[in-house]
């Protein structure tokens, strides 16, 4: 009996997702497929429906459908609670139970793969969207001294300062509020690389700060200007992709994959 699982997104032609699950599977002797499905903008819920209905045990979810799957689970973790979002649901009967292991994959990125400690660390978070809102209660769980929001519109940073306020230490403003003065990382979670864009800031904090994107597969301007501003250490989010694949994996099958080795693979 093969186990079928797959990933949702729009689009989803480039996912890597089917090649990590596919080596988690091989290292792990179980018999999976993993597939990648492209669903209609409109029309997620049926496509995710359909996929259960043909016996599916579980499924990814990437952009843009997290929010829809947060809906249409019918358990949350704490964590999917928290970030508004699910891109990981276990089909458990007629149960369908919502995870975000987006936050985890970051942190354990961080702290197992990258050897970094987060505890009584400065973080700053640049951008207040969806990608900030699944990041924030893992990094608070390491008991930063600060977290730093800052975006470009500086409300919708400060509202989720406030939102996560009872997780730990936050505070949000806007991008032209950033000090001049070094932090120890600083994590980009905005879009702009998506426009070719950096945004201008200043430089001084990046100064012996390990940078780190979210992004993955391409350098960044946000990497290139930690580059030409003295930054200790600059990641991409590959090891993030994969760790958070691992968390997903592990919550279906109950089996703990090697990350680095297929992180390994992956750079080639
Ligand atoms: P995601 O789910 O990827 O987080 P999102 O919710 O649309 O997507 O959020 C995108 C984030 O990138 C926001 O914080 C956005 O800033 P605004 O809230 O001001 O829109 C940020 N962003 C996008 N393009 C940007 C740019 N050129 N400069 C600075 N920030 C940018």
Partial sequence: MIDCYGVF??????????????????????????????????????????????GAK?????VPFKIE??????????????AGAVNTIKVNGNELIGENTDGIGLVNDLTKNLS??????????????????????PLLKQIPKRLMIANRTASRAEQLALDFSSHGKTCGFGLDKI????????INATSASLDGKMPTIANGVANG???????YGMQTPFMDWAKANNAKMIVDGLGMLV??????????????PNTQEVIKNLRG
């Fill in 9 to 54: 997104g729009n689009p989803i032609k480039h996912s890597l997702s089917p090649i990590i699950h596919t080596q988690f599977a091989e290292q792990t002797g179980l018999n999976i497929q993993y597939d990648k499905i492209l669903a209609p903008i409109d029309d997620f819920v049926h496509s995710a429906k359909s996929f259960i209905d043909q």
């Fill in 58 to 62: 579980g499924f990814n979810i990437t």
């Fill in 69 to 82: 799957a947060f809906n249409l689970a019918t358990k949350l973790s704490l964590n999917a609670k928290t």
């Fill in 116 to 137: 970094i400690n987060l505890n009584n660390k400065t973080i700053l978070i640049l951008g207040a969207g969806g990608a900030t809102r699944g990041i924030l209660l």
């Fill in 179 to 186: 000090k001049d003065t070094p932090v120890d990382v600083i």
């Fill in 209 to 215: 700060a390990i940078c780190y994107d979210l992004m």
């Fill in 243 to 256: 760790e958070q694949a691992a968390a997903a994996f592990e919550f279906w099958t109950g089996k703990q």
